[in-house]
């Protein structure tokens, strides 16, 4: 599995390819639309909660739709699904430069959103039977790596065009991403779930199937451990970034392109930390890893006390970068390899729901304060309450030798 041309294996799938490839221009689109949503609102509004709210109503979809999408994942066609769920978020995406008023962005972004934890869960349960159980941490790190890349490139562009032109028109480069990625999957072939689990879909099968989806994500151990990390690590996601906001406009008087620059370099971090890991991933116990990720980005957050520049500012979000890199990578294969193929989109959805309620709430608690205390300030509680949070857990619950032990045997 960790021969030095597995990576080489892994593009020769030419299914992998067209996924990897259309997970690339998805998520390019989103950064793109992620950054022109936040300066468009912040611009018109001056608010930290404003912004906190729309960053929101971008997560809010994972909560509401999330434990369902797993259903379709299992049951439904999945390639069928990935591609009518890139051409509806296209569809909507396509509205936002002829929106007139803050709540028809509001609602074209909740409903824009709704989109994207169908595409994530199928793809995530999909990725597993495309490169088969050899590859597939090296196709999971590249799966990162195309997502960091995108988000390296995406608010750099998105950053630079809304400066230029404005954020109603970059909406447009967004669409074209989307409708990239449509055509890719288009030509992905992916395996489909167990026989047992195609069917339609009725009430009391939705219920059933819930069911066995949390008995697995409540009854294993490293689960368990793995969605409550990530509840606590939810502080350091969404909130830090309207903290940027406000830090770079109100303090250091820039604007969107240095905004897109600070998401860029910690994207950009992102993706050669996890290109290394997925080289070297059996080098440091994965535990080490998933906890020590977080605890180094809270300590790049807390280091904002220091009031500093851009170019020191950089460093600090690069460095958090490389943190969530090892955490990522070592959380996204642990759940592939604790989680049964038949259930795994369930599992998943269920999980990304929990844990992106989390994280609604740590968004809107960052807007809130950023405008009690100011981002500097809120920057360096979100960190430490991140970097201990993650220590105590892992020593209260068990959970650190919960991965060792699973590593183990």
């Not at 689990?197 to 009430?203: D, E, V």
């Not at 697995?216 to 903290?243: E, F, K, M, Q």
């Not at 920057?379 to 068990?398: N, V």
Request: glycine share 12%.
């Amino acid at each position: 599995m960790f021969r030095g041309d597995s990576y080489r294996e892994v593009f020769a799938n030419q299914d992998f390819r067209a996924l990897w490839l259309g997970q690339a221009f998805a998520h390019l689109g989103q950064s793109i639309a992620y950054v022109a949503v936040a300066l468009y609102v912040y611009e018109l509004t001056g608010s930290a909660q404003e912004l906190s709210f729309a960053l929101a109503l971008q997560l809010l979809p994972w909560v509401v739709i999330g434990p369902v999408v797993g259903l379709l994942a299992d049951r439904l066609e999945r390639k069928r699904v990935l591609v009518t769920a890139y051409l509806v978020q296209t569809s909507l995406v396509a509205l936002l430069p002829f929106s007139s008023t803050l709540g028809q962005v509001y609602a074209l972004v909740f409903l824009s959103s709704l989109l994207v934890p169908v595409a994530e869960i199928v793809r995530a349960a999909a990725l597993p039977a495309v490169t088969g159980q050899k590859l597939f941490v090296r196709g999971s790190s590249l799966n990162i790596v195309a997502y960091n890349a995108a988000n390296v490139v995406g608010p750099l562009l998105g950053g630079l065009l809304v400066s230029l032109v404005g954020a109603r028109p970059t909406f447009f480069v967004a669409v074209g991403c989307f409708l990239a990625a449509t055509v890719f999957s288009l030509r992905v072939v992916i395996p489909s779930p167990a026989m047992g689990n195609r069917g339609s879909l009725g009430w009391q099968m939705l219920w059933r199937d819930l069911r066995e989806g949390m008995r697995i994500l409540v009854g294993t151990r490293v689960l368990r451990y793995l969605v409550l990390l990530n509840c606590i690590s939810s502080l350091g996601w969404s909130a830090p970034n309207v903290a940027a906001v406000v830090y770079l406009t109100d303090i250091l008087g820039l604007g969107g392109r240095e905004y897109g620059l600070l998401q860029g370099t910690i994207s950009l971090s992102m993706a050669l930390g996890v290109y290394v890991l997925g080289r070297y991933a059996r080098i440091l116990p994965r535990q080490h890893l998933l906890v020590g990720g977080v605890v180094l980005a809270g300590l790049a957050y807390v280091s904002v006390l220091g009031k500093p520049g851009l170019a020191l500012l950089l460093f600090l979000w690069f460095t958090s970068g490389i943190g969530w890199g090892a955490n990522w990578l070592m959380d996204n294969t642990l759940w592939a390899e604790a989680t049964p193929d038949e259930v795994r989109g369930r599992v998943y959805s269920l999980a990304e729901a929990v844990v992106c309620l989390a994280e609604v709430v740590a968004a809107l608690l960052g807007g809130w304060l950023v405008n009690l205390l100011g981002p500097v300030q809120a920057l360096a509680i979100m960190g430490g309450s991140i970097g201990l949070g993650a220590i105590a857990l892992s020593a209260l619950t068990g959970g650190y030798r919960a991965v060792a032990d699973f590593d183990k045997g």
